[in-house]
């Protein structure tokens, strides 16, 4: 299997991307990306920023076991994950998970595995700033429950 993890202030092309997926392995038949972009509104107030600070070096490690489990659940050909870091503002992209395989329900199942581990188990933080007050954000209830299904 191919995989890509990075953590990156850049921004990336879905594009570029999802191209690499599909032409990573002449096997490939189906391909399932998931885009996730800062918020511009959280529990009713308007964000301005949003900053995402990581563990270098153990965020990769983690990122690469979240995607062994999806390995051996699924049959995969390819995984890519790129999640930035830094100061980011509402639209801007924050992740992209993508995932290829033969069958388009492994495709669908290991890419929405991977978002949420990713957003529950890696140690990314994020510090959310309104005009009224900016503050670190916690998992939320509802991110560990989708986890908890698998």
């Not at 990336?12 to 038949?29: C, D, K, M, Y």
């Not at 189906?30 to 270098?56: C, M, W």
């Not at 995607?67 to 994950?81: E, M, P």
């Amino acid at each position: 299997m191919k995989r890509f993890v990075s953590i990156q202030t850049e921004d990336f092309s879905i594009e570029l991307e999802t191209n690499q997926l599909r032409t990573a392995t002449p096997e490939v038949g189906g391909i399932a990306t998931f885009t996730g972009l800062v918020s511009d509104l959280n529990r009713d107030q308007k964000i301005e920023s949003l900053l995402l600070e990581h563990y270098p070096g153990m965020t990769e490690k983690q990122l690469e076991q979240i995607i062994d489990q999806a390995q051996l659940r699924w049959n995969l050909l390819g995984v890519r994950v790129i999640h930035r870091v830094g100061l980011l503002h509402p639209r801007d992209q924050i992740v992209f998970v993508g995932v290829s395989s033969r069958h388009r329900k492994e495709c669908f199942e290991a890419c929405q595995f991977i978002m949420d581990y990713l957003k529950t188990q890696a140690t990314i933080w994020k510090k959310e700033s309104s005009q009224e007050k900016s503050e670190w954000l916690s998992a939320r209830e509802s991110d560990r429950i989708e986890q908890q299904k698998w």
